[in-house]
């Protein structure tokens, strides 16, 4: 190819793309679109206890870390919500690793006591809010085993009796 030629094709090129940006801009477009509804709702449920699905799915769409499933009726949660009520500390505890934005359920099922009682501390009223399912505070320090022990006691003597609430 020769220096005019070159210059010829660049320049048209170029051109193109400065008269016709909606062309440029739709070869990128794909980039943008929202993940489908069944995979974030494949991810959220792998998140409860699959490992290995997590591991995949989030190798193939890092940004999944952060989606929430709509169950309906407002009862949203990410994947670390379901390992955290189901009291999978290997997947959340993995997801934490990559990322993921642990909330005060997941530390309470993980017994992160002086956390969970620091912010507990400053705003009482968290006590009987409600995490994905209406599972409570309380139901994640049970789920927490042995190692929330201390948790499980603490929340029943500031008064929380349920495990889980019906989301209205």
């Known amino acids: 190819m020769n220096r005019k030629y070159f210059l010829q094709k660049s320049f048209l090129g170029g051109a193109a ?3 016709n940006p909606v062309m ?3 070869n990128k477009s794909h980039l943008n679109e929202p993940y489908k509804t069944e995979l974030v709702k494949e991810f959220v449920g792998a998140g409860h206890n699959n ?5 995949e799915l989030l190798g193939q769409y890092p940004n999944l870390l952060y989606c929430r499933y709509d169950w309906g009726n407002g009862d949203f949660e ?4 379901g390992a955290g009520h189901v009291g ?5 505890r993995y997801l934490i690793d990559k990322g993921a934005r642990p909330n005060l359920f997941v530390l309470t099922m993980l017994a992160e006591t002086a956390i969970v009682k620091a912010v507990l501390e400053k705003y009482p009223s968290l006590l009987y809010s409600l995490g994905a399912h209406g599972f409570t ?5 049970k789920r927490g085993g042995d190692e929330a022990e201390e948790l499980v006691h603490y929340l029943e003597w500031k008064g929380l009796k ?6 209205k």
């Open 17 to 19: 793309l400065i008269f």
């Open 162 to 167: 349920d495990l889980q609430v019906k989301i």
């Open 24 to 26: 440029a801009k739709q």
């Open 88 to 92: 999978n500390k290997e997947i959340a």
């Open 137 to 141: 505070l309380l139901h994640h320090a």
């Open 78 to 81: 990410e994947a670390i919500e």
């Open 51 to 55: 490992l290995e699905k997590v591991k």
